[in-house]
């Protein structure tokens, strides 16, 4: 008979508290404080073993089977690590508490993620939780972690509630952080700034975060990888801005290195995170998850709750790993049944054609004006028939800063000035090196959700059709 969670907890908490050697494939031995280790060895964390990082990613890329488990890990060590470089550097140091709170934020950041990863978010919004982030996920299983391990944290971390809630703000810190610290009145917060840009970096959105998955995932796709935050470590400094708010900056002659981040991030988004068939897959998961509505999951109240449900409770939640598509295919769902069927034997949903646009539009507004665009006098029905079996995606490329240049965002330091953080100047870059002219492009994918050839031609021609550009003024319908 297997252990029930508690027991699992138990044991756990029955190992003596000694820091754990990690061998990892990107990063290589990680050693890991004694109170990561003790969270690492919960059931919230070892669930991360079953959720793919790249969830249906596996279906286009054979090699991208790896975790979000590992991935945390990483994280965590980065953080460390960067951490401490920037505080050997500081004049005012950084407490051990507040060193160990970067490194668990680190290791607990994607905790809350579900069944193949950013996916879930998307079935879970098309439900009553419009507004549900993985991060707010997070921030609850941290709360449960805590509240079994409360003793733990104390004895090896001397970490007390109130360091929980900074862990918390760390991994999802509020877009009005900045502007609070900057007009407050409190001098340690802004000269301890810099530690919510670690691991979620919100103000120019340069992270460890970013800098694991980049390595992980160029290593597990195959795709090469030119950026090195090992670099940008050894440069990094803790600097202040013009309202004296502290930030992470880098050495000037280190842009380049930073500019390649931002560049591998495009190429992945390109060639694997938004690639055609990745969202295929991941349009025929998230269908198959609506239509199984026999599926359920058991929550702390002893009561079973559907999948969209198990966000609102955190006992359910964690019993939701990628292993959900098996239990799909068991589904008392014929439709759910047949779709998970037609991902194994590769019977994807047919790309049908795609345009550029320059406006925000939904998904249902794409579908609505690919359809409308035709006549349907006395055909409604067949109208909506045939609205079901269109799927679109909004794929959004871009260098993480929409359509204007991220590493203007940056912040950087001199050779002759050390302690002020600073913007370089836009006009450095056509010295420097080859930007885009634009950087950024979205474009909306239509899909086909039939097996018909008969479906697929119409939909094909109506998409054609709706993809045309007008007078000759390009493909964004202006």
């Known amino acids: 008979m297997f252990p029930t969670l508690s027991d699992q907890l138990n044991m756990s908490q029955k190992k003596d508290p000694v820091s754990k050697v990690f061998t990892d494939p990107v990063h290589g031995q990680i050693e890991l404080h004694p109170l990561c280790v003790k969270i690492i060895d919960t059931p919230e964390f070892q669930r991360m073993r079953f959720i793919r990082q790249l969830g249906p990613c596996l279906f286009l890329y054979h090699g991208a089977s790896h975790s979000r488990f590992e991935h945390c890990i990483g994280v965590c060590h980065l953080a460390?690590?960067?951490?401490?470089?920037?505080?050997?550097?500081?004049?005012?140091?950084?407490?051990?508490?507040?060193?160990?709170?970067?490194?668990?934020?680190?290791?607990?950041?994607?905790?809350?993620?579900?069944?193949?990863?950013?996916?879930?978010?998307?079935?879970?919004?098309?439900?009553?939780?419009?507004?549900?982030?993985?991060?707010?996920?997070?921030?609850?299983?941290?709360?449960?972690?805590?509240?079994?391990?409360?003793?733990?944290?104390?004895?090896?971390?001397?970490?007390?509630?109130?360091?929980?809630?900074?862990?918390?703000?760390?991994?999802?810190?509020?877009?009005?952080?900045?502007?609070?610290?900057?007009?407050?009145?409190?001098?340690?917060?802004?000269?301890?700034?810099?530690?919510?840009?670690?691991?979620?970096?919100?103000?120019?959105?340069?992270?460890?975060?970013?800098?694991?998955?980049?390595?992980?995932?160029?290593?597990?796709?195959?795709?090469?990888?030119?950026?090195?935050?090992?670099?940008?470590?050894?440069?990094?400094?803790?600097?202040?801005?013009?309202?004296?708010?502290?930030?992470?900056?880098?050495?000037?002659?280190?842009?380049?290195?930073?500019?390649?981040?931002?560049?591998?991030?495009?190429?992945?988004?390109?060639?694997?995170?938004?690639?055609?068939?990745?969202?295929?897959?991941?349009?025929?998961?998230?269908?198959?998850?609506?239509?199984?509505?026999?599926?359920?999951?058991?929550?702390?109240?002893?009561?079973?709750?559907?999948?969209?449900?198990?966000?609102?409770?955190?006992?359910?939640?964690?019993?939701?790993?990628?292993?959900?598509?098996?239990?799909i295919a068991e589904s008392s769902s014929e439709r759910a049944r047949t779709l998970v069927a037609r991902i194994y034997t590769r019977d994807i949903y047919t790309y049908i054609g795609e345009k550029t646009i320059k406006v925000k539009m939904t998904e249902e507004a794409v579908i609505d004006e690919i359809i409308m665009k035709e006549k349907w006098e006395g055909k409604e029905k067949e109208r909506d028939d045939m609205k079901q079996l269109l799927g679109v995606d909004i794929a959004s490329y871009d260098y993480g800063n929409k359509d204007k240049n991220p590493v203007l965002n940056a912040y950087f330091y001199t050779k002759e000035d050390k302690q002020n953080a600073v913007h370089l100047d836009e006009k450095i870059f056509g010295r420097r090196m080859m930007v885009p002219m634009q950087f950024n492009e979205t474009v909306a994918r239509v899909f086909c959700k039939s097996t018909e050839t008969g479906h697929k031609d119409s939909l094909k021609e109506m998409t054609k059709r709706w993809s045309q550009p007008k007078d000759g003024l390009g493909t964004d319908g202006e």
């Not at 690590?81 to 607990?108: F, M």
């Not at 997070?138 to 360091?163: P, V």
């Not at 509020?174 to 810099?194: C, W």
């Not at 199984?292 to 964690?318: C, L, N, S, T, W």
Request: hydrophobic share 35%; with cysteine; net charge negative.
């Open 80 to 327: 460390g690590k960067l951490v401490e470089a920037i505080t050997a550097r500081q004049e005012d140091k950084v407490s051990d508490k507040k060193r160990l709170c970067v490194k668990i934020a680190g290791l607990c950041h994607d905790l809350g993620h579900g069944p193949f990863s950013h996916m879930f978010e998307k079935v879970v919004k098309k439900g009553p939780n419009k507004k549900w982030k993985h991060e707010e996920a997070s921030q609850k299983l941290i709360d449960r972690i805590y509240k079994h391990l409360k003793t733990e944290f104390k004895d090896l971390g001397d970490l007390e509630a109130e360091d929980v809630e900074f862990i918390k703000e760390l991994i999802h810190p509020s877009e009005e952080l900045y502007d609070k610290v900057k007009n407050g009145g409190d001098e340690q917060k802004k000269k301890d700034f810099f530690l919510y840009e670690i691991v979620a970096n919100e103000t120019y959105k340069v992270d460890v975060d970013k800098w694991d998955y980049f390595a992980r995932d160029s290593l597990y796709l195959g795709v090469k990888n030119s950026f090195d935050h090992d670099r940008l470590i050894a440069s990094a400094r803790a600097c202040v801005d013009t309202d004296g708010v502290s930030h992470v900056t880098y050495r000037d002659k280190d842009v380049d290195n930073l500019y390649e981040m931002f560049h591998i991030r495009f190429t992945l988004h390109r060639k694997a995170y938004q690639h055609r068939l990745n969202k295929a897959v991941e349009m025929m998961i998230g269908d198959a998850m609506e239509l199984a509505d026999d599926i359920r999951v058991m929550g702390d109240d002893e009561k079973p709750k559907m999948i969209h449900e198990a966000v609102d409770d955190m006992g359910a939640y964690i019993k939701l790993n990628d292993d959900v598509l098996h239990r």
